[in-house]
């Protein structure tokens, strides 16, 4: 039985590997709510404020915030995902 290195290029081997390792460094739940996204989106983890800017949706406004700066701003939250 032929081994991988006799129907493969040393080059291809190389990228693959390094492909490998990539997607185990990004992969991390197997779930939905168990991987942190780079990307904003609603979950219940909270990420950052932003100013609010009009035609932001309104239920994202910090109203405690508000009420203590007399200033809109908006709360973002991590993106949950799920690489199924």
Not at 64 to 84: C, I, P, S, V, W
């Amino acid at each position: 039985m032929s081994n991988a290195s006799n129907l493969l290029s040393p080059e291809l081997l190389a990228r693959l590997e390094k492909m490998e390792l990539i997607s185990r460094k990004i992969f991390r739940g197997r779930m939905k709510g168990e991987r942190r996204s780079p990307r904003r989106g609603q979950s219940v983890e909270f990420a950052d404020f932003r100013n609010y800017v009009p035609g932001d949706d309104l239920r994202f406004i910090d109203w405690n915030t508000y009420a203590r700066l007399d200033r809109l701003y908006l709360k973002l939250f991590m993106e949950e995902e799920d690489l199924h």
